[in-house]
């Protein structure tokens, strides 16, 4: 799965290094005399390559849920490989038409989109709940090593090779190399255990769980887990009699499908896609001038968030939870976006200079900053909460939900951002940070800590059946299941 996330950081961060490239601009009739937003048309254009593809993801994202509940899985993310890899050789193909950028940019976004909505389900449900806030987290981990890749070659190709085609063209179908490696790795994987299990398909659920358990099917451990599933799903299908739609309205439910909507729609209102999208304009903007040091600066920022990732997965996630970690994290970057904001409308670039001033240096150190605050708390925590909160009926459709609004918020902001750099400058930082201070009021008040549960013990958690009721379930699902073997045991074999 680290494959699919890797491709999918590494074209989310592609586009936005190649559109500070002054081969691309050459070849789709962009000013190449002007750095940042500052020209219009370089920020009408940006905001369209890199909305599209956010935009594609929305619906990809939306398409998935259901796609994910009628075929499972595996087989619904072959299909958006597919997808992406159409979308990808699209843009490789693309010359001198911007418009064929433009429509890769929505296939590959399907794709992409569909894979994200697909991805935390099937690593959630696979994973043991003492270490499946590191696990499910890995998400966020191979998505910012897939754009900290596409950053240093976006940095390199500008440096080694002339400005020509090939320049920005190589950035571009390298990511053809991943999404063929990801398609390629699925047909070895199983199906979850859960799906299967959903599906009344028990053997094959078995063998999937004691597989990624690396126990045999008749081990204590394996046989607990399936019977807590299994009691968990006929649970719900009691309360709502098979019907899907019921099973949202309910009060527990109800409660999981805000918090996740809520979550996801903070997560992209936090800033960090304006940086991580829009990096070497956003240097540019903030003093660093020259499009090679805009790009080595996104470089940095890039391994900033891989390491700072990294170690939150490590040490800190199951260690401190998801709701201190939101708070903390959120209190850190309207801090850093403050000081920006303070900084750049007080000590504003000089475009003419040929230096980088103090200011500047400070601006981009407040940026690296605020990422490493990003990546300890909204960057990875909001894609685990996501994916272990909603029951396994519900699972694909919930994190469907979020992330359909994650990428419909995404495609906002990317669309806004160099409108507003260009618009209203340093007041674009200050408005982000308003919006980390909410964010952080909201993980207070609304964000319940799922550290160390199993994702069975989240109906307890959000009240949807009473602990009490969720034992007695898993007891008389044992029973029937000790029953049904002794049962076979006893049964004489047929010569």
Known sequence: MGTNLFFQGYDTGVMGSVLALKAFKKDFGLPT???????????????NVVSLLTAGCFFGAIAAAFLNERFGRRYSLMFFSVIFLIGAAVQTAA?????????????????????????????????????????????????????????????????????????????????LIPGGFMLFGLFFLKESPRWLMKQGRHTEAAQSLAHIRCEQEDHPEVIQELAEIRAAIEEELNATEGVT???????????????????????????????????????????????????????????????????????????????KSL??????????????????????????????????????????????????????VPWVYLSEIFPTRLRAYGVGMGAATQWLFNFVITKITPEAVNHIGWRTFLMFGIFCLAMGTFAYFFIKETKGRTLEDMDVLFGAVSAEQRAEDVERTLAVEKKTAMHQEDTPTKM
């Open 327 to 380: 708070m903390g994290g959120a209190m850190w970057m309207a801090t850093m976006m403050f000081i920006i904001g303070a900084v750049l409308a007080t000590h504003p670039p000089n475009p003419k200079s040929g230096t980088v001033s103090s200011a500047s240096i400070a601006m981009v150190t407040m940026i690296y900053l605020y990422v490493i605050g990003y990546s300890a708390s909204w960057g990875p």
């Open 245 to 323: 739609w019921k099973e949202c309205l309910l009060p527990g439910n109800r409660y999981r499908f805000a918090t996740g909507f809520c979550l996801m729609f903070w997560q992209q209102f936090s800033g960090t896609n304006s940086i991580g999208y829009y990096a070497p304009q956003i240097f540019q903007t903030v003093g660093v001038s020259k499009s090679s040091a805009s790009l080595f600066a996104t470089g940095v920022y890039g391994t900033v968030k891989v390491i700072t990732t990294g170690i939150f997965l490590l040490i800190g996630i199951d260690r401190f939870g998801r709701k």
């Open 33 to 47: 005399d002007s750095s940042g937003f500052a020209n219009s048309k370089n920020a009408y254009v940006s905001s």
């Open 95 to 175: 010359h001198h038409e911007i418009s064929m950028i433009y429509a890769g940019r929505v296939v590959a976004g399907l794709g992409i989109g569909g894979m994200s909505s697909i991805t935390p389900v099937f690593v959630s449900e696979n994973c043991p709940p003492a270490v499946r806030g590191r696990i499910a987290g890995l998400f966020q981990e191979f998505l910012v090593i897939g754009s900290t890749f596409a950053y240093w070659l976006d940095y390199g190709v500008s440096l080694h090779i002339p400005v020509s085609t090939r320049q920005w063209r190589v950035p571009v179908a390298i990511q």
